[in-house]
């Protein structure tokens, strides 16, 4: 469900900012995420089951009849612009030109020279942008934003919306103008999403499988409070051990395209060519990628038992191999496992910060959160920001 207050807030903010014109500005919305299971496969060819959910970044917009894209962000509370006619003619991304990298205005830029790119006339906007979702806490903001964008200026220039190559024009964004090789599973999950349901993505093919969450069960979102820079993290490096392993794959066994193609057997054989840390690396990679269909498998059963071990799986995993966790999100998940009801939890999304997903039987959510809260600030001397959320919808036009 979209909240109504972030619609209106939307739409207030943009006549605050451009006044009011003859026609309400139309609003295009774009889900944040979780990801369920399948953490850093995405960009290995592999399978990833994440999860939009009910909180949002909405654009109220208008159309102008220059080629000129004006934006105000409530968050950090500027208006900026840019000209489609000088994004056109530039060859790559250049963020700096737009604002640090990762900024909210070179997201908005490099999504607009993404679609110029791939030969979309587009014609010039004004956009008020508003949000409820978290920034930097790996609940997918910044393709909240890139998406609901595309949708907007997408609308404006009468183009058809199609959710899957939009996807792929707005990881290209992300790649050229906020520095992070990040893999596919974000802008899909923002883009495609189905109420009531998660979606296990093949990040190979692009297939994207419905599967419904059971009704019994509660995903809650604990917040470490630490706030992760993808750009300036270690995620290039883990993505530059996953290539290094599939290199040295490759040089013996010419099929190999990506770890998605490696299983224990090849990894055993290629180990004593290869650094320790990246073997631990692919190790995680090639068990995770099992995972996502293995806790599909459980939703479609209704077996939270054994959705909630797999998830305790994929976080010792994410700990202890591919090294993305901090004490924080371990403490928030042993605290959440340690209640009554609640079958796993693990990180979610890229680590090194930013939230904890809890599943949680309905009926135990509140005792759970409440718990979970207390012992953190205990703990760690830091307060979560813990919330329940819906499997929602993907991007919409209202
Ligand atoms: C970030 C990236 C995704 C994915 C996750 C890790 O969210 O944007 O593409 O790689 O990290 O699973």
């Known amino acids: 469900m979209i909240r109504s207050t972030l619609l209106q807030r939307a739409q207030q903010d943009f006549e605050k900012a451009f006044g009011s014109a003859d026609a309400p500005p139309r609003i295009a919305v ?12 995405d960009y290995n060819d592999g399978f990833v089951l994440p999860m939009a959910i009910d909180r949002h970044i909405a654009v109220a917009f208008a159309p102008r ?20 006619d000088s994004l056109e003619q530039r060859t790559d991304g250049e963020a700096g030109k737009w604002g640090k990298r990762g900024g909210w205005f070179g997201y908005l830029a490099g999504v607009a020279w993404a679609m110029l790119g791939a030969g979309h006339a587009l014609r ?15 609940l997918s903001s910044s393709a909240a934003l890139e998406i609901s964008v595309a949708r907007a200026l997408a609308a ?16 290209r964004a992300e790649h050229e103008f906020a520095g992070v090789e990040c893999g596919i599973m974000d802008q899909l999950s923002v883009a495609v999403g189905r109420e009531g349901c998660a979606l296990l993505i093949d990040c190979r093919s692009l297939e994207a499988r419905d599967v419904p969450v059971p009704e019994n069960a509660r995903l809650v979102v604990f917040d470490s409070g630490i706030r ?33 193609d490696v299983d224990d057997t090849l990894l055993t054989e290629l180990s004593p060519y290869l650094d320790p840390v990246d073997v631990r690396r692919a190790a995680h990679v090639v068990a995770e990628n099992q995972r996502p269909a293995g806790l599909a498998d459980a939703f479609r059963a209704c077996d939270l038992a054994k959705a909630g071990r797999l998830m305790m ?86």
């Open 30 to 41: 774009a889900p944040g995420r979780i990801n369920l299971i399948g953490e850093h496969t």
């Open 124 to 138: 010039g906007a004004d956009l008020a942008i508003v949000s409820n979702l978290a920034v930097a806490a790996g």
């Open 313 to 398: 799986h994929s976080h010792a995993s994410l700990r202890d191999l591919y090294e993305v966790s901090l004490p924080e999100l371990d403490t928030l998940v042993e605290l959440a496992v340690a209640e009554p009801g609640c079958v796993g939890a693990r990180l979610t999304g890229a680590g090194f910060g930013g939230c904890v997903i809890a599943l949680v039987e309905a009926g135990s959510v509140e005792r759970v959160m409440s718990s979970v809260e207390a012992g953190y600030e205990e703990r760690t001397g830091r307060s979560t920001m813990a919330f329940m959320c819906g499997p929602a919808g993907g991007a919409s036009l209202l």
């Open 228 to 260: 992760r820079d993808l750009a300036s993290s270690a995620y290039n490096d883990r993505r530059a051990a996953c290539a290094r392993v599939v290199a040295a794959a490759r040089s013996r066994h010419s099929w190999v395209r990506a770890l998605r």
């Open 156 to 171: 404006v220039s009468d183009l058809s919306w199609d959710p899957f190559s939009f996807a792929v024009l707005a990881q």
């Open 65 to 84: 009849t220059d080629r000129i894209v004006r934006a105000h962000a409530a968050e950090p509370g500027e208006t900026r612009e840019l000209s489609l």
